[in-house]
Structure formats: structure tokens, C-alpha cells
């Protein structure tokens, strides 16, 4: 009896030693394919040959359920583009899923049905998946699943819910920065500086790639350290700091970077981002040189790229033959780029599509086809919305903002000028927050130091010097920039709240009392309270919004226009003028609009007078004669205003063509004690006498001013000042009496 008992313990010995051998090598198999497919998926390469001949061999020895649905899932996704079969396994692998379930069978199934569910437009599922898959690790496995949960995350990015998931669970990672390796970490930063600029956070984005920089630097590797100072450029770029974005961006030397095509690739996107800059600084030439110069880099770059580099390439000489109205060669080299664009939304360098449509709008708008420019700007808005491309969302308001001002209508004007001031007021929020967040707090409380407390001294320094840069930055850089865009914010609030008003003053003929013209003055309307021009002007020149406002002040105009020929003692043929500097001349985008608009109201030429003001500084003579030439043939009178306050308007007077001079209140006052003015009054009498132009007298306000001026002999000479009228609102003008003098 005791040996049929031994007999009995000894097979049962074996069958379990069988059972377990053979359950351990089922799951070895099972997990030694896993494990390659990580291998190949985190290093972003291919499946190997032999595990393809191989694999389907090797799947009957699997016990695990989960681990083998996601082996058939992934092969049939991946080696059998077989969609809807990888479906039906990756719901398997959650369904099936033990604690055998390979940790990375677990990821990718929620990688994937988080995209499935993106597409089937459940997001709150979506993101359920991202969440699930990220509450998988612990702060050890970070380094091994880098790759794999950004993937996780990239679907839900076009959300906002999903973009905050994804840069509160990166946030987590960067706790327990201290657990990964030097490798790890730089995938890190690159993806913190991602997701902090579709969260428009330019400060922490700016952090994020200093990071990279001191770290890449102590690794030796030249080509991160040149695409994140690169990258540091755009930011700069995305801020409106453009000459700052140059300097950074050219600042790159990638001959340090012994493998050609990483060399190639950084040459190309260095040069594809300095001509953007040089597009918008309007330095046209050279922009067309930095796309000149990728050519050279083409034959070193994958296969996969080539066509995004030429379909960008020809986007940018598209635009910088629109800017310079060149419309034909443009339509050739956008036609080139439609050739061979893509749909995909896969982004080498920037985005592609996005900046097509953009460029296509720009084209349609300046060959008036002001429906089809529409239907670009809103394309690429949506794109840029969907990419969360704060620089191409703002362009694609912006443009499409002036066109409805162009097509004359004013309800969408007014909203998608609404949208603007929203969307800047998010960046500003976003962007002044993280700094007060970050720099200042984590400066004066001494908070990097208690959260880095096992770093080297060596880094801690590092870290200070970084605090200390970004300090700098805001203090020297940004603080104005904020500032700036909050006035702009501001300002375009009141625009389109309107808050601004126009006075209309007078010009008068003092030989018959005929109101022969008006200046146009801006107003600002606050409870009740007028603030005049020497308080608002400042603000709009500081902020680069003087354009923006003149074109508002000539709709303004011409939308009065009518009812102020009617008001008694108005000539036909009388002209309301507004004042513009050089600065403005100088910039075609106004120029065009300007035109447009006159054009478009069927206003008589002659009607609406420039009055160009000198206190600001222009860089290009050439291209100041010529846009006032433009202006001139398109029917507008050009005026110089205030001769004679400074030296240098009376050189002006060489330079340029001007149908009308206005003279300085300075030449009027006190000049019945003064024989200096009488004789500059004189001399004026005798140039509009004699070359037939009109001169205008500002700051009349006493009766021999007036009589001085009436006694010329030129009929052109004409008076403006409180000796007839105050500048008057519209209603006021309806009631005005000129004094008989």
C-alpha cells in the first residue's frame, strides 16, 4: 500500500513538473515575440524577417489569450494591413486581459482603441482609453514605454480635454525625471515642449527646450541640440519676435553633425524657418535665397520626406510671389505644390497642408476671388484648429476677418474679430499664467532647488542659469510682448465694441466760407469720457496696430460719407482726409486694403485725402514713393501734414508727390507779431499760386489769423481751426453755421 502511494505521489510529481514546464515555455514563446515586436515598435523600425517566416509557428505553444490576440492584432495591422481583423483582437486583449497580459499588449490595444474611438467621434472614450493606458505604469517603466505612450495620447491632442490628459500624465513622468535614463529624458523634453505649445504655455515650452539644449550638449548630440534651439526660434517666432527668431535659428552650425542626412535634414528645416520669418519682414529676396538653399540637401533626405520638402518649397515662392504681386508665377508654383501635397497629417518640418491653404487664400485674395479665398482661410483654419497651430489659426482669422471687411460684410467681420480678441485673450492668459507659475515663483521660493535635491551640483547650476536666462527673457523680451498683445487684445475690443468714434473738423475756404474738406480724428469713448488722440495713439503704435486701425477709420469714413454731403455749405467735390505714417505707406498689406476698400465703395476719386504724418521711422524710400503712387493713381489725395515741425518733413517735400500741404499751427500763432511766419504764410501763398496747390492752415482760432490767410492771393489756401469749428461728432455736423466772416 505505502509503495502504490509513492508510486501515485511520483506521477503526480512529474505531470505537475510537466504541466509546469510546458505553461513556462508556452509563455517564454509568447512573451519573446512580444518582447521583439517592442523591440522593433519603441525603436521605430521594421519587423524582422525571420519573425515573420516564423511567428505563426511559434502561436500554438501560447496559453495566454490576451498575449496571442494582440500578437494576430498586431501582425494583421502591421504585415497584413488587415484593419478590421487588428480590431477585432485589440478589443480582445482588453476583454481577455490577466495579470499575464504583457504590459506592452496592454499599451498598444489602448493606443489603438483610442484612435478607433476618435475616429467613430466617441472622445470621451477615447480618452477613457489614453487614461486607462498611462494608469498601467509606475514611474520605473517610463523609460521602457517612452514610444509607446506618446502614442497613446496622439489621438486625443486635437482635443482640449486630451491635450490637458496628456500634459498633466507628461507632468507626472517629469516627478520621477530622476528614474530615467539620458536617453528617456530628452524624449521628455521633446514631448513637454510639444504639448506645451498646443496648450499655448510659451514659457514652459521655452524651459522645455532649454532643457534639451544642456542636456544633448553633455550627450554630445549636435543634432538635438540644433533642432531644439531651432525649435526655440519658432517659439520666438510664434511671440512676433521675429529678428530675435532669426538670430536664434541662424545661430545653428550643423557641420559638427558627422551623419549626412541628420545634417541635411536640420540644414532643410533651418532654412524652411528662416524664410517664413523673412516672408514676414517682407525681405523677399532673401527669403527666396533660404529656399534656394535646400536644394543642395534634397538628395540626402528618405524618400518619405521629398515630397514634403518640394511641396514646401514651392508653397513658400507661391507666397513671396503674391506678396510681391507677381500673381501669375504664383498660381504656377501653388498648382506645383497641390501636385504633389497629401492629406496625411504626419508633419516633417511644418504643416504642410495648413500653409497651403493659407498660401492658396492669400493668391484668390489678391486675384479677387474673395469666395474661393474664403473657402481656403476656413480649410486651413480648420486644419490648424484640429493641429492646435496657434500661429496658422490666428493668419487664418485674421485673413478671413479682412476679407469679409473687403466683401463688405460686417456681421461676420465683427465675429471673426470677436474670435480674434478670444483667441489672443487665451494666449495671453496662458501665456503671462505660466510665467508667474513658473519663473518667478519657482525663483524666489527656491522651489528648484527643493524639488531637485539628490541632482549634482553641477546641474543645479544649470538649472539656476536656466531660471535665471528664461528671467532675462521675460524681463527684456517677453514682459513687453505680453503687454503688447494685451493692448492689441484691447484695442480690438474697442474696434469692434466701437468704442472709437470720429470727429470731423472742418476746412474752410475763408474767401467764401465753403467747407471744402474734413479731417477724420479718432476718439476713444470710455463711461462717458473722451480720451483724444494724444492718449490712444501711443498704445496703437506700440502694439503695430496703426494699420489695423486706419483701415477701420476709412470704412468709418466712407460709411459717412454720404451724410456728410449733405450738411449745408459743403462743395461738391469736397475731400475727408486721416492720417497714416510712413510706416503704414510702407506696408503693402494696408495699401492693398486701403485701395480695395476705396474701390469698392464707389466713392468718386479725390474723395478721401492721406494725410502722411512722419513720426515714425521708415525703412525703404523707394517703396514709400511707390505705394503712394499706387495710392495716387487709385483715386486717393495725398496730403503732408504739419510742415515744418521738424527738418525733416521739409525734405519730404522733394522726395514725394503731394497734392495738398498743411502747414503747422506754429507758422499761425502770433504771427501778426511776427514777420518770420508772415513771410513763411507768404511764401506758401506763392507755391499755391503758382504750382497750384492747395495748402491748409492748421490752428486758426482768432480773426486776423483768419483775415491774414483770406487776404492771400492763391484761392487754395484754405483754413483749418477753432476759428470756425471744433472737430464735431456726425450729428453735431449736421447742425454747424459757419461764421460769415
Known amino acids: 500500500m505505502i509503495i502504490i502511494k509513492k508510486i501515485f505521489t511520483y506521477i503526480v510529481v512529474i505531470l505537475l513538473v510537466t504541466v509546469s514546464i510546458n505553461f513556462l515555455v508556452k509563455s517564454r514563446t509568447g512573451n519573446f515575440l512580444i518582447i ?19 511567428y505563426k509557428s511559434k502561436l500554438s505553444h501560447i496559453n495566454n489569450v490576451s498575449n496571442k490576440e494582440f500578437i494576430l492584432g498586431y501582425t494583421d495591422l502591421n504585415i497584413y494591413n488587415n484593419y478590421e481583423e487588428a480590431k477585432t483582437h485589440f478589443k480582445e486583449v482588453l476583454n481577455k486581459r490577466d495579470r499575464y497580459t504583457s504590459k506592452f499588449a496592454l499599451l498598444y490595444s489602448y493606443g489603438f482603441m483610442s484612435e478607433l474611438n476618435m475616429k467613430n467621434g466617441n472622445i470621451k472614450k477615447a480618452i477613457e482609453n489614453a487614461r486607462d493606458g498611462f494608469e498601467l505604469l509606475n514611474p520605473k517603466d517610463y523609460t521602457d514605454y517612452k514610444v509607446t505612450l506618446w502614442n497613446i495620447f496622439r489621438p486625443v491632442l486635437t ?122 519682414l517682407k525681405n523677399y529676396t532673401k527669403a527666396n535665397e ?17 515630397d514634403d520638402i518640394r511641396a514646401l518649397k514651392y508653397i513658400i515662392k507661391s507666397r513671396i510671389y503674391t506678396e510681391n504681386n507677381n500673381l501669375k508665377e504664383s498660381r504656377k508654383w501653388i498648382d506645383k505644390a497641390k501636385d504633389i501635397l497629401d492629406e496625411d497629417k504626419v508633419i516633417f518640418y511644418i504643416d504642410k497642408n495648413t500653409e497651403y491653404h493659407i498660401a492658396l487664400g492669400e493668391l484668390e485674395f489678391k486675384e479677387h476671388k474673395l469666395s474661393k479665398a474664403e473657402e ?24 478671413l476677418y479682412n476679407i469679409y471687411g473687403t466683401m463688405g460684410d460686417l456681421t461676420s467681420q465683427r465675429e471673426y474679430g470677436r474670435k480674434i480678441v478670444e483667441f489672443k485673450d487665451v494666449v495671453n492668459k496662458h501665456f503671462a499664467k505660466t510665467y508667474y507659475k513658473n519663473a518667478i515663483y519657482k525663483y524666489k521660493e527656491g522651489i528648484a532647488n527643493k524639488e531637485n535635491k539628490n541632482i549634482k551640483a553641477r546641474n543645479l547650476l544649470l538649472w539656476i542659469l536656466i531660471i535665471i536666462l528664461i528671467t532675462i527673457l521675460f524681463l527684456f523680451n517677453i514682459y513687453p510682448r505680453i503687454v503688447n498683445m494685451l493692448n492689441k487684445s484691447k484695442i480690438r475690443k474697442y474696434l469692434i465694441g466701437d468704442k472709437y468714434i470720429l470727429n470731423y473738423q472742418p476746412i474752410i475756404n475763408p474767401k ?44 468709418k469714413i466712407l460709411e459717412d460719407y454720404k451724410e456728410i454731403s449733405e450738411i449745408k455749405d459743403v462743395i461738391d467735390g469736397f475731400y475727408i482726409s486721416m492720417n497714416i505714417s510712413l510706416k503704414e505707406i510702407e506696408n503693402e498689406y494696408i495699401i492693398v486694403n486701403l485701395i480695395e476698400k476705396l474701390r469698392n465703395s464707389g466713392i468718386e476719386e479725390k474723395s478721401i485725402c492721406i494725410e502722411i504724418t512722419e513720426d515714425t521711422y521708415y525703412q525703404s524710400q523707394i517703396r514709400v514713393k511707390n505705394n503712394i503712387d499706387k495710392l495716387r493713381k487709385a483715386g486717393f489725395l495725398i496730403a503732408l501734414d504739419d510742415l515744418g515741425v521738424e527738418y525733416s518733413n521739409i525734405a519730404i517735400l522733394e522726395r514725394f508727390k503731394f497734392d495738398i500741404i498743411k502747414l503747422d499751427k506754429y ?75
Open 36 to 54: 521583439e515586436i517592442q523591440r522593433s515598435y519603441e525603436n521605430q523600425g521594421d519587423l524582422s524577417e525571420n519573425f515573420k517566416e516564423n
Open 159 to 280: 482635443t482640449k480635454e486630451g491635450r490637458e490628459l496628456a500634459l498633466n500624465s507628461y507632468n507626472k513622468i517629469k516627478e520621477h525625471e530622476n528614474l530615467l535614463n539620458k536617453e528617456s529624458k530628452l524624449y521628455l523634453y521633446k514631448r513637454l515642449s510639444n504639448l506645451n505649445i498646443l496648450a499655448y504655455r510659451y514659457v514652459y515650452a521655452i524651459e522645455n527646450n532649454l532643457e534639451l539644449v544642456v542636456l544633448a550638449s553633455d550627450m554630445n548630440r549636435y543634432a538635438d541640440v540644433n533642432r531644439a534651439t531651432i525649435d526655440l526660434g519658432v517659439l520666438a517666432r510664434q511671440l512676433g519676435e521675429y529678428e530675435t527668431a532669426s538670430k536664434i535659428i541662424s545661430y545653428c552650425d550643423n557641420q559638427k553633425i558627422k551623419n549626412v542626412e541628420e545634417r541635411a535634414d536640420l540644414e532643410i528645416y533651418k532654412y524652411i524657418n528662416l524664410a517664413e520669418i523673412e516672408i514676414i
Open 290 to 306: 533660404y529656399i534656394n538653399n535646400i536644394d543642395k540637401y534634397e538628395k540626402y533626405v528618405i524618400p518619405e520626406k521629398l
Open 376 to 399: 481656403s482661410f476656413k480649410r486651413a483654419l480648420k486644419l490648424a484648429e484640429d493641429t492646435q497651430n496657434g500661429e496658422c489659426i490666428e493668419k487664418s482669422l485674421k485673413s
Open 512 to 555: 467764401n466760407n465753403n467747407i471744402v474738406g474734413f479731417e477724420a480724428l479718432i476718439r476713444l469713448k470710455l463711461k462717458n469720457k473722451i480720451f483724444m488722440p494724444n492718449n490712444i495713439i501711443k498704445d496703437m503704435e506700440k502694439s503695430n496696430m496703426l494699420g489695423e486701425v486706419s483701415l477701420w477709420i476709412l470704412n
Open 667 to 741: 507758422f499761425i500763432d502770433g504771427i501778426t507779431n511776427s514777420d518770420i511766419k508772415r513771410t513763411v504764410i507768404d511764401t506758401a501763398d506763392y507755391l499755391s499760386y503758382t504750382k497750384n496747390k492747395t495748402i491748409v492752415v492748421e490752428g486758426v482760432e482768432e480773426r486776423p489769423q483768419m483775415e491774414i490767410i483770406r487776404n492771400t492771393v492763391s484761392n487754395k489756401m484754405y483754413i483749418q481751426g477753432y476759428f470756425y469749428s471744433k472737430p464735431l461728432i456726425l450729428s453735431e455736423l449736421k447742425t454747424l453755421k459757419i461764421k460769415k466772416a
